[in-house]
């Protein structure tokens, strides 16, 4: 069952916009090329169903190349020195 914790929870994805729960059915909207589309879960949806979905909507979105790209791009910001820095002593 999709509980109201487990629905709150799958806000927190950073490609998730928004959820809605009516009627007995579970929301899940999210951004595709300027598009917000949706995948929906009955309310006694299980854990493997919940998992799928997530998983649909991140390969719709091809979010695994947007965070190779993303973790690369960390990586050279880490790797900078900067220069000129000014460090104070407290006494």
Do not use: H
Not at 53 to 73: A, F, G, L, P
Request: aromatic content about 18%; some cysteine; proline content about 2%.
């Amino acid at each position: 069952m999709l509980y109201e914790w487990i629905r709150d929870y799958v806000k927190k994805y950073s490609f998730v916009k928004t959820t809605i729960f009516k009627n007995a059915v579970f929301y899940i909207y999210y951004k595709k090329d300027n598009k917000i589309k949706y995948k929906k879960l009955p309310y006694r949806a299980t854990k493997k169903q919940l998992e799928f979905c997530i998983e649909r909507i991140k390969q719709d979105i091809n979010y695994y190349e947007e965070k190779k790209e993303r973790d690369k791009k960390v990586l050279e910001l880490t790797k900078l020195k900067p220069e000129g820095f000014l460090v104070s002593r407290w006494d």
